[in-house]
């Protein structure tokens, strides 16, 4: 099937679904588009993808699910018999029913999975589990998948009725709630606003970046890694309580899975 254009659609706050995206788009043999949805659009724009379109979307897990801020964006995304390849990255607990709901979600507008994959990497709040990672390791894997999808779309002439089998049970997991909000230190904060700039669900107000909306934070850690001034942390006593309950249920050597 000849590729007409590589869309490549993703939600990563902290970067590491972005590098994983990259990696396995280097390895597909076509002209590439990036939509990064991290970046906070208050108007949420209408992406239409053809039938000769190769379109990879890419998420992080949260709380085993697809990220709710990512859902909304989904409702103004569609295919048209478009084939549809899904990354999935986690912070080395489980990714759980992300990639069945991505799936599901995807081919209601339809998409056509074709492939999918999940990366263990870095855990965005506590960085000790899974750390540095994707490595050069996994950043190898996901070329080999990207080879991968790029050698069976170049195979095959059309992908209707297939059926793609990921992981995941339904009814999906209870989707949890933020239960740590990043704060600023009053005595650090220089309000460059680099905080709220880069917040993917706007919940810094830009005219007082100290602030943060509780109701709209998702407790992505985008602003913590972001300040350049070490202004913005979460509460250390709950920090060191969830790092230890985080130490027991993950494992830092989780390998790549993929699905075709």
Do not use: W
Not at 15 to 41: C, H, N, P
Not at 52 to 70: E, K, Q, W
């Amino acid at each position: 099937m000849k590729i007409n254009e590589l869309k490549l659609v993703y939600f990563s706050p902290t970067g590491s679904t972005r590098k994983i995206m990259m990696e396995t788009a280097r390895s597909i043999d076509a002209k590439s588009v990036s939509f990064d949805l991290s970046v906070y659009k208050a108007k949420k724009p209408a992406l239409k993808f053809g039938a000769n379109d190769l379109a990879v979307f890419g998420i992080p897990v949260y709380y085993g699910r697809v990220p709710a801020l990512f859902m909304e964006y989904l409702q103004n995304i569609s295919g048209n018999g478009t084939p549809a390849v899904l990354i999935a990255t986690y912070g080395c607990r489980e990714y759980e029913d992300a990639l069945l709901e991505l799936k599901t979600e995807l081919e209601g507008r339809g998409f056509q999975a074709i492939a999918a994959a999940a990366f263990p990497t870095e855990h965005s709040i506590v960085p000790s589990i899974g750390a540095r990672r994707p490595n050069k390791a996994d950043l190898k894997q996901a070329a080999e998948f990207g080879f991968e999808v790029n050698r069976r779309m170049r195979k095959e002439e059309s992908f209707e009725g297939f059926d793609l089998h990921v992981p995941g049970n339904t009814p999906y997991r209870k989707y949890g709630k933020t239960a740590l909000f990043p704060k600023a230190d009053p005595s650090l904060c220089t309000l460059c606003g680099a905080c709220a700039k880069v917040c993917p669900a706007a919940a810094i107000p830009a005219d007082d970046p100290k602030k943060t909306d509780h109701k709209k934070c998702i407790g992505c850690m985008k602003c913590v890694r972001t300040c350049r001034q070490k202004a913005r942390a979460v509460n250390s006593i709950k920090l060191g309580i969830l790092g230890k309950k985080l130490t027991k249920v993950c494992s830092s050597d989780k390998k790549a899975e993929f699905f075709f």
